[in-house]
Every structure is written in C-alpha cells, then in structure tokens.
C-alpha cells in the first residue's frame, strides 16, 4: 500500500514568522514536500536555515520557488502540487510604506487569486492578515481587548490592505453560505506583535524587544516614546506557529481570528524585563514620537481571543514578559558570541 507524500506551499517562507513556520512543519512532519514561494526582497535563505538548526529541524529539504507571489500563476501551481495546505504569509510588512498602490498590488491583489485557487481545489488556505486593520477603535481608548468585529478602519495603508484580504474572505462565506452549509476551509489570522529568534534581518519593522536590547548591549540607554506607557500586545513567534499550524487542521472552523497573546505590555515592562536578563538597571531616554508617525501609530492593542480559542482550539503557551526575559537573554549570548568571533 503506497501513500501520498503530504505537500504544503508556504508563501514568504524566507522571512520572520514563514521561515519558523518551514522549520515547524519540517520537525514535525519530516516526511512532506515543502514548496517556499518568496522572492526574497526581505526574506533570506539564512532565516530557513537557523529556523531548521535552532529546534533540530535538519538541514531544509524542500524546494524553493523564487517568484514574487504577484507573479506566480496560482491556479496551475496549487492544482499541480494539490498540497495539504497553503500558508499565505508573503506581503508588505513595513508599515512606513505610503505607496499606496504598491502596497495594494502586492498584499492584496495576489491573495484573490490564491484564495480562489484554494477554494476551488478544495484546499484549506491560511492567510496572514493584521493587528493593524483595527486602527485606533473604541476599544483602544477604553484600553480593552479588541473583538474581531471591531477591526475595518485601519490607520495606514498596510492595514488597510490586510482588511481588504479580510472582506474578500467575509465576501467568499457569504456567497458560500447562499448555496451551502459548509464553508470552505479559510482561516484569517490577524497577527498581533510577534518577537522571537528569527527576525534580525527584519530591520527598522523589527520588534521593539530587539530594538532595545540591542541598544541596551551596545552600552546605550534604551530609547522609547514618551512617557513609555504605549501597550502592545506582544507574542512570542513560537505561539504564532502553533496557531498557524491549528488553524489548517481539519478540526479548525473557518473565520477570521485575533492571533495575540491577549495580555498588554508596556514599553517600560519591556526596559524592566531587558534590564533583568541583562543584569542592568538602565534608564529609559524618553524621546518624543516622529510627527510622520502620530497619525498612523497604534497606542493600545490588546487582542480579544475567546472566538480564537474556540475556532481553532489554540491558546498562547507563552507569557510574554517571562518569554521577553528569555529572548533578551538569547539575544546577549548572540550579541556575546558575535563580539568574541570579532575580536
């Protein structure tokens, strides 16, 4: 009796969260085809290839597609490759990007074609969408967790393109729900902060949990807007796979879900939590906030996650502030190891 070697295509599988995505699939399903679609205008093969060797992964095995996913005919290719899932996370992440009809020709426009595709092949498509398509709401202001239908007034462009990936999936569950009962397998994560290993190479869109500790191990004050008390939810990349992973299961229902850790952390929190790992006790230098930034820059998120927990039987594993200490540690042996090398 022969079986059928299990496929997935992962799409930005070079970058921050795709590439610990590629790793996870690889350890815990050794024997399937990965196929990394990513034309590695921010990605890098490095991000696979530390993702593989920090959980013990093995060296990367599958294929790498280099096209950009503006480019690639989806139809053929998922019909082709008829994988198990597709994990859609490939985009503009830089929030600072004001091309506005870049940023929709490249996160938006590919993803109607790829979440055709998978519809009608049948195949269960997750997708990353965004913290970001909620903007400023009511609730930020009341400083409580977001509910999902709290989300649609983005405050930038790279939201905004991240909300319309939603209404194309609100549209394509109405539409389906006319004719049938059964919705097909879609699944929207709305990523919250995410930090972990992996993300040096995302530069400025980096993690302020990087950020500072590299500031703080260069022998710097760590460098936060005034007066510190901004609250993000933040979640650690490991937890983001699990529930990128829940959400393609069979037994995932299909929707639109907050992936956050539903808890807040300040930026001071995170000084406090850099300063223990650290063995520091540095200050912050409080530094007023870009004017180009005001507008757009979200001062309170916090995720809602009781429909999350629900739909995709998934919880965060991780509590952040203990899991900043850790990262922080990790990055000073890095930074240390780095420093040895070099002298």
């Known amino acids: 009796m022969t079986t059928t070697q299990p496929v997935y295509i992962i799409s930005g599988g070079a970058g921050f969260i795709g590439a610990n995505l590629v790793a996870r699939l690889q350890k815990d399903e050794p024997e399937a085809r990965l196929y990394v679609v990513d034309d590695f205008s921010t990605g890098s093969y490095a991000n696979i290839v530390e993702a593989c060797a920090r959980i013990n992964a093995g060296p990367f095995a599958g294929t790498i597609m280099p096209d950009s996913i503006t480019d690639l005919n989806w139809q053929p290719a998922i019909m082709g490759l008829a994988p198990k899932a597709v994990f859609h996370l490939a985009a503009i992440t830089d929030t600072l990007e004001f091309d506005e009809k870049k940023m929709i020709a490249v ?16 195949i269960p498509l997750v997708y990353a969408s965004s913290a970001a398509t909620y903007g400023t709401p009511p609730q930020a202001e009341q400083c409580v967790p977001f509910p999902l239908d709290a989300a649609g007034s983005p405050s930038n462009v790279y939201g905004f393109s991240k909300w319309l990936m939603d209404v194309e999936t609100q549209r394509l569950f109405e539409s389906t729900l006319i004719d ?23 530069g400025r869109m980096a993690s302020m949990i990087y950020h500072l500790t590299n500031q703080m191990l260069a022998g710097n004050n760590p460098k936060i807007f005034e007066h510190g008390q901004h609250q993000r939810d933040q979640i650690h990349v490991d937890d983001i796979v699990a529930g990128t992973l829940a959400a393609a299961k069979p037994s995932a229902k299909p929707g639109i879900y907050n992936l956050g850790s539903g808890t807040t952390t300040t930026f001071n929190d995170i000084v406090d939590g850099i300063n223990t ?67």
């Open 107 to 122: 996160n938006t426009e590919p993803f109607i074609d790829i979440l055709d595709a998978c519809v009608e092949s049948n």
């Open 180 to 202: 049938s009962a059964t919705l097909p397998h879609v699944v929207g994560l709305r990523y919250f902060n995410v930090f972990g290993q992996g993300e040096a190479r995302k």
């Open 277 to 343: 790992a650290l063995g520091t006790n540095k200050q912050a230098d409080y530094i007023p906030m870009p004017e180009e930034m005001v507008a757009s820059y979200q001062h309170y998120t916090c995720a809602d996650i009781s429909q999350t927990k629900a739909g995709l039987g998934w919880s965060p594993q991780r509590i952040p502030s203990e899991a900043i200490v850790q990262y922080a540690a990790q990055l000073a042996q890095d930074y240390q190891k780095a420093t040895a090398t070099q002298a």
